[in-house]
Each structure stands twice: as C-alpha cells, then as structure tokens.
C-alpha cells in the first residue's frame, strides 16, 4: 500500500524571513530609513503643467488644413467593415486636405492581429499615410496617443474605442474622428474650421 495522500491545506503561504531581520548578514540586510524632518521655513517647490500657447480658450491655433489625423487600428478595421475608403472619408468629413498619420505600435498591433486583418495592413502601408516612429517600449497605442496628442496639439484622433475616447476628452484641444451611420464624423472641433453640424 501506497502513502496516503494529505490535501493541501487552502492558500498556504511560504513564511519568508524580513529583510530586516537580525539573523541576515549586515551587508545584505535592508536598511532603516530614517525619515527627515521638514523645515517649515524651506520655499515649496510645486510642478504645475504649463499650458500650451496654442490654445485660445477652446480653440486651438494649431488645428488647421492639411489636418494630421492619428489612426487607431479598430478605425481602419471599423472602415473596412462600413466600406469607407480612409482619405476620401476624411476629406468628405472636413472638406479639407487630410494626411493619416499611423504610429509604430498601432502599426505593431494590426501585423499581430494576424492573417484575417491583411487587407487593414495593406490600407496602413499605403503611400499616402504618414509613418510616425516610437521611441517607447511594447506596442500599446492607447496610451502612445494619448502622449503624442498631450505633447502635440496639431493631431486629430480617429478612433472608435470609448475608453480611448474618454481619455482624449480630458485633453483640451484635440478633436475626435469617429465612424457613425457609415461616415465619418467629428466631435470638438471649432466652427470655424469647417467642422459639419450634424
């Protein structure tokens, strides 16, 4: 007869000796850090986000024709899906020049999605789009645009994810691309842009 076989006892944790215990050797022991007392009478130095020159109240002086317009990668996958050719829809939705730029990562993340996505990796190798290098680490987009469109405000986003919208919302001065009734659309963008009312 086999040993009986004991049951693990539920989310049993390992006992790990501190850091800071006396029986570890004084080199590698963690050390005590000794908090300093703040002088009162010290100038406080406090970092407030200086705001960009380009903005006049709600309107940014940036903005302006031939619109740079970053790509996300459910936008080129949304337009396949409603049939819209990318810069003719673009053109259509602001009655001006428009160059789609798409970035590194948002390129990375289309060639990821695989072989059922080819035809939207085919539309962002077209010529006419602009390449935007990344200097950052993976290939999340999200949070690459939304560094891209808080450092510059010459960009308009297009995108359909609502997460990514409501974080380019909190920044002023960038409009949004959207797809809705098999258009293009536009939110925030001043009136005397040209921006359709719908």
């Known amino acids: 007869q086999g040993k009986q076989?004991?049951?693990?006892?539920?989310?049993?944790?390992?006992?790990?000796?501190?850091?800071r215990d006396q029986r570890i050797n004084e080199k590698e022991r963690a050390k005590v850090l000794v908090k300093k007392k703040e002088d009162p009478s010290a100038i406080k130095e406090?970092?407030?986000?200086?705001?960009?020159?380009?903005?006049?109240?709600?309107y940014n002086t940036q903005l302006g024709p031939p619109?740079?317009?970053?790509?996300?990668?459910?936008?080129?996958n949304f337009s396949?899906?409603?049939?819209?050719?990318?810069?003719?829809?673009?053109?259509?939705?602001?009655?001006a020049k428009c160059i789609p730029c798409i970035t590194d990562c948002v390129m990375g993340e289309i060639e990821k999605l695989g072989q059922k996505y080819r035809v939207a990796l085919r539309i962002a190798k077209d010529p006419r789009f602009e390449r935007l290098?990344?200097?950052?680490?993976?290939?999340?987009?999200?949070?690459c645009l939304v560094q891209r469109v808080t450092q510059h405000k010459c960009y308009i986003v297009a995108t359909v994810d609502k997460e990514l919208k409501r974080r380019?919302?909190?920044?002023?001065?960038?409009?949004?691309?959207?797809i809705s009734r098999h258009r293009y659309n536009i939110e925030r963008m001043p009136d005397d842009y040209?921006?359709?009312?719908?």
């Not at 406090?46 to 709600?58: A, T």
């Not at 380019?168 to 959207?178: C, L």
């Not at 040209?194 to 719908?198: I, S």
Request: charged share 25%.
């Open 80 to 95: 396949i899906k409603a049939k819209l050719d990318l810069v003719q829809s673009m053109m259509d939705c602001l009655y």
């Open 5 to 19: 076989k004991k049951a693990r006892k539920y989310a049993v944790m390992k006992r790990m000796i501190s850091l």
């Open 46 to 58: 406090r970092e407030v986000p200086q705001h960009p020159s380009c903005l006049f109240f709600q």
């Open 194 to 198: 040209g921006a359709p009312r719908f």
């Open 133 to 143: 290098p990344c200097m950052h680490k993976g290939t999340y987009a999200d949070d």
């Open 168 to 178: 380019i919302r909190k920044i002023p001065g960038v409009p949004i691309m959207y």
């Open 67 to 76: 619109y740079h317009i970053l790509v996300d990668t459910n936008f080129i």
